[in-house]
């Protein structure tokens, strides 16, 4: 194969933190995911295995250099490891810019489901109005991290938002207001019957 070096985009000065860094960015570039349904489906995987093959043998060019045992990383450990700062800043980015279809596609398209991928399909169901569905995002991503404020605030508000719409749903469907409509009701048409058929106000 050619230069690994070259693969990578990177000099064979590269520091052990640049070649991983550069390995997770390309790994994220070419990765199947990102060419699901697309034409260039077979050159992505190519070229991703182009890269892996490039990585392996920096790994082992080092580690008999050197005596240093190198970490092997795969295709799908380096997009778990990258998805969580590289895909979420996407996602975000589209839901600020109103692409809530284009994100809900990108996080269908992530394999691992983490409490950040609650947190922000929870936003998307809520901005699509599916308030039961971002209330069930919102339970998981704070259960799997409490201590993040922002999924204890998105969580905390959607649940009080659905303990509002019972209430509400239960006081107008058999509350004091929907007896005493009723009452009225039946007082009017007495009314009616006692007075002819002319309707005389009650109050």
């Not at 509400?168 to 009017?188: V, Y």
């Amino acid at each position: 194969m050619s230069d690994p070096y070259k693969v990578l985009g990177l000099k064979e000065t590269a520091t052990d933190a640049e070649i991983k860094a550069a390995y997770y960015d390309a790994v994220r570039k070419y990765h199947p995911d990102q060419y699901r349904d697309n034409p260039l489906s077979d050159l992505a995987e190519e070229k991703l295995k182009e890269i892996n093959e490039a990585y392996d043998t920096i790994q082992r060019m080092r580690k008999e250099g050197s005596g240093n045992a190198g970490q092997a990383y795969t295709a799908e450990s380096a997009w778990r490891a990258s998805s969580g700062s590289g895909i979420y800043a996407s996602v975000r980015a589209r839901i600020n810019s109103g692409d809530i279809a284009g994100a809900e596609a990108m996080l269908n398209g992530i394999p691992e489901r983490n409490a950040e991928w609650y947190y922000l399909m929870g936003t998307v169901y809520r901005m699509k109005g599916w308030h039961e569905e971002a209330e069930r995002c919102f339970a998981k991503s704070y259960g799997m991290n409490p201590d993040n404020s922002e999924y204890a605030r998105a969580y905390n508000e959607s649940a009080s938002r659905a303990g509002y719409y019972t209430t509400t749903s239960t006081r107008n469907s058999s509350g004091p207001g929907a007896c005493s409509c009723l009452s009225n009701l039946c007082l009017a048409d007495c009314c009616c019957e006692c007075m002819g058929g002319d309707l005389i106000p009650c109050c």
